[in-house]
Each structure stands twice: as C-alpha cells, then as structure tokens.
C-alpha cells in the first residue's frame, strides 16, 4: 500500500508482519497486539524498530504501561461505520503522551484524511490505485479550526487575538481534563458518551 504524509508520497520501511508468519532476522517490523504479548521479550531484544498495529476493538489501554517501546501505532479501521481508530489515536496523543508515527490503516478513506489528521494520525495508507497526490491535497481540507486537538494546530482564538504558545498550551489543557478530575472529557463528548466508573477512556458508554 503506498504511504502518505502530508508532505507528500513517502517510503515505508516498515514491514508488518502477520501472526502465521516468522519474522525476518533484521529490519523494523510492525507487529500485532496478540503477537507483542505472546513474544515481548524476543521483539525487546530486536536490535531494530518495533512497531504495533492494534485493531478497533483494542483500546490504548492495552499497552499504556510500553507506549514508549514503540516507534510506529498503526490503527485499523475495519470499515466506513467503525470509528474507534479516532478515538484510540487522540487517546494515544493527548493522554498516554505518544509522539511516534500514528498510521491509519485498513478502510481509509478520502473525505476522512483531514479529521484523521486532527485526531493525531501522521500517516496513512491508501489503496494502490488512486490518485495520491489528489489524496494528499485533502490533508488540507479543513483551514480554519475551532477548537484545539491532537494536530496542535492554532485555532481561531490563537490567531484572531495573537496568543503565545504558552496561552496555546493553557487553551489545549483546559480543553481536556481526566475523568478523574470529574471534570466532562472532550473526547467522550466528541462521541456523545460518558466516562464509565470503572475505566479511564475505553470503558465509555453511550449516553
């Protein structure tokens, strides 16, 4: 599959390597979660990049205790009406702190790249027989911004009052707040649902 950022077609010197099939002696690897638990010791004594791939239904939880292990995260989303990967990767950006590559993979579609983007994704996989560089051109598709998210772009109260990247940060901060805090998560409202008791983001139900 061709990899794409923003700026542009890139190469992709990952390889991912499903669960049926051995890994290769040397070179950076995207693996599993059922793999990475199963053989963590081995992939931790790889003298190359370690990469993770975690499917919709396995929350960031998983491996909030080994974000830091891995160099890529690849989110998959599995088709057009599953939408957890959005919530997974602000997940990892804003709350366990994740700064690696954020990849979208599986059902990736065009008219979902920009908000992709906001959500924290840095690259993405498209099917082979498009148009990439019109793909990369929707990257772009949203100019101007309300609220701040995972992309940490300037919103319009940033650049329609002139305020520094401190103030930036402030904004970010007070826009997000822990379920502890008892204080509403953003990311709970984006999608409409409440924090449960008993977890801290993946235990969501809808409200």
């Known amino acids: ?30 693996v599993t979660l059922a793999r990475w638990q199963a053989n963590r010791d081995q992939l931790l004594a790889r003298p190359t990049p370690l990469g993770l791939r975690l499917k919709s239904e ?24 599953n939408g957890r990967a959005y919530s997974s990767a602000r997940l990892l950006r804003e709350r366990y702190g994740f700064r690696g590559e954020l990849r979208a993979v599986g059902n990736v579609l065009r008219d979902q ?9 840095d690259s993405y996989e498209i099917p082979p027989q498009v148009n990439a560089a019109a793909w990369i051109t929707s990257l772009g598709g949203i100019s101007v911004i309300y609220q701040p998210a995972a992309d940490e772009r300037a919103s319009v109260l940033v650049l329609r009052h002139g305020i520094g990247r401190n ?40 409200g």
């Open 167 to 206: 103030d930036r940060d402030d904004e970010q901060r007070s826009s997000y707040s822990s379920p502890a805090s008892g204080r509403a998560d953003p990311i709970a409202q984006s999608h409409n649902r409440v924090p449960s008791p008993t977890g801290v983001g993946e235990g969501w139900v809808k």
């Open 58 to 81: 396995q929350p960031p939880s998983l491996i909030a205790g080994d974000i830091e292990r891995f160099d890529v995260i690849a989110l998959e989303f599995p088709k057009f009406t």
């Open 113 to 121: 790249l920009a908000l992709m983007r906001r959500c924290g994704f």
């Open 1 to 30: 599959m061709p990899l794409i950022r923003v700026t542009g077609v890139v190469d992709d010197p990952w390889l991912f390597v499903p669960d049926e099939e051995p890994l290769p002696e040397d070179g950076a690897v995207i």
